[in-house]
């Protein structure tokens, strides 16, 4: 293996060697062997585009059976990390009904994805469909349904190689590499995504991640996530609400840090509906101070209020929240919004970090503005 490689503006070091993958999927296609050698099947082996050629290529040659090959590629209206709503399946030929499937993807990481087009394969008409892949990241697999067959466990690192992409470059490398944390400019990105309710903050985030790698950080998945594990942070604010208080700043300050400090291989970070407050921001700088770091830029979407109001009572039909579909409710988020987290604006005007954008468009258009800015 190559010592150090680099795509874009970014360089990876080794991580998975090509041999630990070749016994990798020697191992699935032992088990996918024992499903059906013996059973008289001829199921459909399905390679997700574009990510899964490598394996699906090198599994295929150590198929015992009989098996047609198909492939697909999917898209998703509002980043399926998010609704999980299939927009497009391209290239499915095949016809499905009363078959057996495998399907064949490279990487599950939250794993809304292949879940979704596991349910639109079955609406399809797909008999028994199972879901292989190559790498999963167990740590932020968040479904109860168990994946078939796992060529390997990965850490919830950024990943190049064996089909995996960095912004379309790196998948012809035969080993896997990881996000090497000595860069050249070692200075790490981080994005505060801005806009009041309805906006589409959640779905660009989702959309951002998936190009660039960011690690996306939620302050609410955070509380959850600390309490859940029973850290003394999570303890805390668990307590705290509990009782019917707010969590404190400084809490909620360090869990940031924390995350921050466990994902030191990503590319960047992408804070999403934090901070709030100009107190939080001012909390926020202080603690990238103590990294030797501070925030990149905040980039803003901007809509009108009446905009808000049709898309939040529009998203309150579509998710059964009748509570915001009424006046006054919607009223008092666009008040609190104006009177607590615009003024988080002119902190970061002052700090020549704030860019705003029009958020009027489809998702696409608004993703290409972004994605211009960054």
Avoid: W
């Avoid at 600390?226 to 303890?235: D, K, R, V, Y």
């Amino acid at each position: 293996m190559n010592k150090r490689v680099k795509f874009h503006d970014k360089y990876f070091v080794p991580y998975i060697p090509h041999d630990a993958l070749m016994k990798a999927i020697d191992n699935v296609a032992a088990q996918i062997n024992a499903d059906y050698k013996d059973s008289g099947k001829v199921p459909v082996v399905l390679c997700v585009l574009s990510g899964s050629i490598v394996f699906c290529g090198y599994l295929l040659t150590k198929l015992e059976f009989p098996c047609e090959l198909a492939a697909i590629k999917v898209t998703s209206y509002e980043g399926t990390r998010s609704t999980g709503n299939i927009k497009d399946v391209l290239g499915l030929t095949t016809d499905v009904d009363g078959r057996d499937v495998i399907i064949i993807e490279d990487i599950v990481d939250t794993g809304t994805t292949i879940i979704k087009l596991r349910e639109h394969l079955a609406f399809r008409g797909a008999k028994d469909i199972k879901i292989c892949t190559m790498f999963t990241k167990p740590e932020v697999y968040h479904y109860d349904r168990k994946l078939d067959y796992v060529g390997m466990e990965v850490d919830n690192k950024f990943i190049v190689g064996f089909g995996l992409d960095y912004d379309q470059l790196g998948r012809n490398l035969p080993e896997i590499y990881i996000l090497d944390d000595n860069q050249s400019d070692n200075t790490m990105k981080y994005y505060i995504l801005f806009g009041p309710p309805g906006a589409g903050k959640g779905t660009q985030a989702n959309l951002l991640v998936d190009k660039f790698g960011f690690h996306h950080v939620s302050t609410g998945d955070l509380l959850r996530k600390e309490m859940a594990a029973g850290t003394p942070l999570g303890l805390k604010a668990k307590s705290l609400i509990e009782q019917g208080a707010l969590v404190p700043d400084e809490v909620v300050i360090g869990m940031i840090k924390s995350e921050i400090e466990n994902n030191p291989s990503v590319p960047g970070f992408l804070f999403d509906g934090f901070p709030r407050t100009t107190e939080q921001a001012a909390a926020l700088d202080v603690m990238l101070k103590g990294f030797g770091q501070s925030v990149t830029s905040v980039i803003s979407i901007s809509i009108s209020d009446e905009m808000v109001k049709e898309r939040i009572r529009h998203r309150a039909m579509l998710e059964n929240r009748p509570d915001d579909t009424k006046d006054e409710v919607i009223a008092n988020r666009i008040k609190t919004y104006h009177d607590k987290t615009e003024p988080v604006i002119d902190f970061y005007k002052a700090q020549g970090k704030y860019r705003e954008i029009d958020g009027v468009g489809t998702i696409e258009e608004i993703f290409d503005k972004v994605c211009k800015l960054i």
